[in-house]
């Protein structure tokens, strides 16, 4: 379907176009899923669609020439990965428009990312649009992993860069693919307690100040889905009534970069990065980024991956150790270690400065990784389950004690 019928991998690229932040996600992902489907050997018809549909539709297509029903899901509860077997049923009610395929994408309801393409020819290619009896009800079966977080599935048909119009706009998600069910549920949301420095640390690079401490430890884990990492990063943070602190200490057997302008797309290669939504609005935020070089990247961000400004200045002050050899592959690294001094007065839409105890803000706080300088390890505090850190949803608590 070229520009239309969306694999992951055109999505993706298009997400970073459009904002900072490359991570582990982007690049060719699998089309098919190691699941089995049915394999019918003639068009499979039923006089009606069952009575146990758990998702029921009613959507119009093409004028009026389709009906989708509704689908069912079973089991309509299964544990993340888990196969579980998708249903859906349509109704020709007048002779069926030629040429059109059959699509299937599981998103993020929120963003509208792909999560998993399931398309696949309807009842594997025995029973095409264009051949559906008048009146008669059409099954197409298949079987899909349990996605990690809450998603959509949204259907419907194309041809060539067209998709078949869903009539009535409530049942589609504005790009013509009608709404289906609901998939799985969210995970509960990480909070990270920051706790107010007796004295401020030092911005030297070095962790050893009594802030750090004092401040909690936490462990970042894969992007993509909290999986435990190859590469250790623990990242702490604190507070006064100027700044907010924020270090990470990185394990790293290879500690480079090629990135040493201010601004520069550092988020191409092996950097930390913090993500600050203030207000919470899940609109406005501000992203800021630290090389081993110790070149920074800032950007304030009015809406997701919208008018992204780098002109923003932070005036945050940073610092960065490094316990072996920058840009030496040859050698055997340590680790490399980073403070970040970030004033608040300067961040996008703080309520309160400094904050009150008890205020809460979105926040989330990452790390790309270039295992061997070639394979993307992507780590974060609050997974985001899909190829996007900007998924603002999913973004964790920075609560104020």
Not at 95 to 122: C, K, R, T, Y
């Amino acid at each position: 379907m070229r520009s239309l019928r969306l694999s992951l991998v055109p999505l993706l690229t298009l997400t970073l176009l459009f904002g900072a932040c490359r991570d582990e996600q982007a690049g060719p992902r699998p089309r098919t899923q190691n699941f089995p489907t049915l394999e019918p050997t003639q068009l499979r018809t039923l006089d009606a669609a069952p009575a146990d549909l758990t998702f029921r539709s009613g959507a119009t297509l093409g004028g009026g020439a389709v009906i989708y029903l509704g689908s069912r899901v079973i089991p309509a509860q299964a544990a993340p990965g888990q196969a579980v077997t998708l249903a859906h049923y349509f109704q020709a009610v007048r002779p069926p428009p030629q040429g059109f395929g059959f699509f299937v994408h599981v998103i993020d309801p929120n963003s509208g990312q792909i999560l998993m393409n399931a398309d696949h020819e309807f009842q594997n290619g025995v029973a095409p649009l264009a051949i559906w009896p008048v009146g008669k009800v059409i099954e197409d079966t298949h079987s899909i992993p349990m996605p990690q977080v809450a998603a959509r599935v949204v259907l419907g048909f194309w041809r060539g860069d067209e998709r078949l119009p869903v009539d009535d706009p409530r049942a589609q998600d504005g790009s013509n693919r009608v709404l289906g069910p609901v998939l799985g549920s969210e995970p509960e949301l990480p909070e990270y307690k920051a706790h107010r420095a007796k004295k401020p640390p030092v911005i030297d690079g070095s962790l050893d100040d009594e802030a750090w401490k004092e401040a909690t430890s936490v462990v970042l884990h894969g992007s993509f889905d909290g999986r435990p990492v190859a590469l250790r990063t623990e990242a702490r943070l604190a507070y006064d009534d100027t700044n907010l602190y924020v270090s990470f200490d990185a394990a790293d057997p290879d500690i480079w970069g090629t990135l040493l302008k201010r601004d520069d797309p550092i988020y191409n290669e092996e950097v930390v990065e913090v993500f600050l939504d203030a207000n919470a609005d899940g609109r406005t935020y501000n992203e800021l980024q630290v090389s081993p070089h110790n070149v920074i990247f800032d950007a304030y961000f009015p809406a997701r991956r919208q008018g992204m400004d780098t002109g923003w200045d932070s005036g945050m002050k940073t610092a960065v150790k490094v316990f072996g050899t920058l840009d030496n592959p040859s050698d055997q690294d340590e680790r490399w270690t980073v403070e970040m001094q970030i004033p608040f007065a300067k961040l996008a839409e703080v309520p309160n400065v400094p904050p009150k105890q008890g205020d809460r803000w979105r926040f989330n706080m990452y790390r790309l990784e270039h295992l061997n300088r070639k394979q993307i390890e992507g780590q974060s505090f609050s997974p985001v389950f899909v190829g996007d850190f900007h998924a603002l949803p999913r973004f964790g608590w920075l609560t104020f004690d």
